[in-house]
């Protein structure tokens, strides 16, 4: 079936470096990419919309600078955390609608856990 | 704007029990999609069900069964004989339609089957 790849799974960062976060779909096109945000204990909190081709729509109170959302493909959008500090560790985990003969169903990506040291 | 309550954070129960996971939602439209999620201590979000707003029917599946009642605005879980494997944090969640997936989710109930 179809699969939202997301990658790294773990990733341990310095503070003040940038880390990036790749979701990719093995199997349609992926036109739109959710990227959600989990604190520890928390829910998921919907931090920014992709469109392939055009630039990424962000909830509020989430930092476009900070987080960077690039989605150039039909088949990959990535997230890259400027700057991170450790009040970024969270997991981050994309979700694509399916697209074609996937449609009506949402694939989420694997996730990703971020620790900033 | 929609709104998920799971107004249930922790609940432990003793394998073999059944367990009943609470959902209540809020959205002014008529058209809506719910979902539920479990989601193991590594992470990822598994998918168990998807329901529309016009579908009242509730479903069985295997040892979870889903209660879909629009009168109280509530979609419910139940799992029976519950067992170890089914200790997890589950997320009831809702969109308005597809082509507009951006999920709302409710705070999550983390379940704790005692062995």
């Known amino acids: 079936g179809a699969v939202v790849s997301q990658h790294p799974s773990r990733v341990i960062c310095k503070s003040g470096t940038s880390v990036k976060i790749e979701c990719r779909s093995l199997d349609f096109q992926a036109t739109t990419m959710f990227w959600y945000r989990q604190f520890p204990k928390q829910s998921l909190m919907l931090m920014a919309t992709s469109n392939e081709g055009s630039k990424a729509t962000y909830e509020q109170g989430v930092e476009k600078d900070k987080f960077l959302i690039n989605h150039a493909s039909l088949t990959l959008s990535t997230l890259t955390v400027t700057s991170a500090h450790p009040e970024d560790s969270s997991f981050y985990i994309c979700?694509?609608?399916?697209?074609?003969?996937?449609?009506?169903?949402?694939?989420f990506g694997e996730g990703s856990w971020l620790t900033v040291v | 704007a929609q709104k998920v309550t799971q107004a249930q954070t922790e609940i432990s129960v003793v394998e073999k029990e059944d367990v009943t996971l609470d959902c209540v939602y809020e959205?002014?439209?008529?058209?809506?999609?719910l979902f539920w999620y479990k989601q193991p201590p590594s992470g990822e979000l598994v998918f168990l069900i998807r329901?529309?707003?016009?579908?009242?029917q509730n479903e069985i599946s295997g040892r979870y069964s889903w209660n879909f009642q629009k009168s109280t605005s509530s979609f419910n879980f139940t799992i029976t004989a519950s067992q170890v494997v089914d200790s997890a944090v589950y997320f009831c969640a809702l969109i308005l339609n597809f082509g507009n997936e951006k999920l709302t989710f409710g705070t999550g109930t983390r379940l704790t089957i005692i062995p």
């Open positions: 959205t002014r439209d008529t058209t809506y999609y």
């Open positions: 329901r529309n707003s016009f579908d009242e």
């Open positions: 979700s694509s609608p399916g697209a074609g003969g996937y449609g009506n169903t949402i694939y």
